[in-house]
């Protein structure tokens, strides 16, 4: 039976070092630094968006980041939301920014994930900091797949020279995903809709990140015994369908492949927490950029 990567435990570990790094940091920096802030641009009232940005602010409160929530209708126009990122980059308060994603189609993301200040750019999307990543500079990272990282490196899963499939190619998830595991020594392949013959990949994975927005994409024959598992996929159950399996699952089979992968994170409580916890990691490397005094 799997061993369960618990992502809840380790984001309240995160949590608990970030509340203290904070502290120290105010108490060094004196008393006319202000605490962290944290500002999320959303637009729309995308139902699902509404759940992780409250879970965004709750986890602020609880670490001391000061956060808000500058919400637009859905018909507001580019260059309202433009402004109010302008307003957010030059606001001294504010040390990280969250576009919250998915914008409406009639608005250009592009645009406005471009517009966020590298240097706050908490969620790690401007090019400047994708670039960074790519060239393995210090820079702010995706937080998902740094949450990602985070929990293999807690569980001791040794990833230099292991054979790692990536299943999805987002710019979000996936190919982030891949360089960061090709930066820790694994080999790695990207796969996407037209990857042929998915199934044998995947038996061939030692380490199998799951993140194509399928759920129960990943099946028990599809898995090599003793891999390790991760599923990124977050997808709600209609309600008729809720039963035992909760409100949430993922791209993976958890009950079929858990009794024969060596690790496995669980949908809810694997990725998920992690990336928050990234989040406040981000904002608080930010932060303490910004405030550490000169050298
Ligand atoms: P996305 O932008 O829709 O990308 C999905 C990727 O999966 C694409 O590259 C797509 O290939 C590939 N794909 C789709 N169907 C496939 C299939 N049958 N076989 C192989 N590849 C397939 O999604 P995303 O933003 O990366 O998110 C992926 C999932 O993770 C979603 O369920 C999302 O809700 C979840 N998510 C979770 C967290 C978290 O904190 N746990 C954070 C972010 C996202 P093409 O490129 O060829 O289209």
Redesign the pocket.
Known sequence: MAKRLDGRLLAARHEASLRSAIAQHLATAGCTTCPPGLAVVRVGDDP?SGVYVRKKAQACGRVGIESRIIHHPATASQQQVLESIHQLNGSPSCNGILVQ?PIPSTLNARQLLLAVDPAKDVDGLHPLNLGRLMRGEPGLRS??PA?VMALLDHAGIALDGIRALV????????RPMGIMLQQANATVTV?????RD?VDHCRQAELLVV?????G?VGADWVRPGAVVVD????RVPPQQQGTQGTLR??VCFAAVEPLASHITP?PG???P???AMLLCNTVQAWQRCTAPPA
């Open positions: 699902a994603l937080c998902t949450g299943i999805g190619r987002s710019i979000l998830v996936g796969a996407h809709s037209r990857t998915l993140a194509a927005g399928k759920p994409l990124v996929g977050i997808h993922g791209d949908v694997g990725v998920g992690m990336t928050v």
